[in-house]
């Protein structure tokens, strides 16, 4: 299993779009961020868990899940980086192979010394567009299809049964 660990500030930090709309609402881009990493899990199939930290969100520590996408609020003195680098030594194992997207170069010497692998936050960007671009193409080629009946039927009795259909006579 691939789960893929999230520094969600450090994502909407990076992101074009996200980095406009965090001038705006800050919690408009989280939502986006948690959309779009939906989309990501979704198409992927792996394990997507977004951490942010509390001092942009106070109160207590938070879990909750967007979609199948987890989302991580962490304790008013715990940094999203101490959380995702316990998550992935938590769960870094034989079966599970951790990602975890960031930026920060402090972040990635840890994560790389605990066995996890790291997404910069402009691979990550990408390929989150290579895969909404893939789905485009999915549901283009998807609108493209005729429906072909299973019984061969000549155009003038299809155009017969579709007055029917209408009602028209």
Do not use: C
């Amino acid at each position: 299993m691939i789960v893929l660990l999230v520094d969600g500030y450090n994502m909407i930090g990076a992101w074009p779009e996200l980095k406009i709309l965090k001038d705006k609402d800050l919690s408009q881009a989280r939502d986006l961020l948690i959309d779009m990493m939906a989309e990501y899990q979704s198409y992927t199939g792996d394990r997507v868990i977004i951490v942010f930290d509390a001092y942009h969100v106070r109160g207590l520590a938070n879990k909750e899940k967007n979609h199948r996408v987890e989302v991580i609020f962490t304790r008013e003195n715990e940094t999203a980086d101490e959380r995702i680098e316990k998550l992935a030594g938590e769960l870094n194992d034989v079966r599970t192979q951790v990602y975890v997207a960031t930026s920060d170069y402090a972040e990635q010497r840890t994560i790389f010394g605990q066995g996890a692998f790291r997404k910069s936050a402009r691979e990550l960007y990408i390929e989150v567009k290579n895969i909404e671009r893939t789905i485009e193409k999915d549901v283009e080629a998807h609108k493209q299809l005729k429906y072909q009946p299973k019984i061969p039927i000549k155009k003038e009795v299809l155009d017969v049964f579709e007055k029917w259909r209408r009602g028209d006579k």
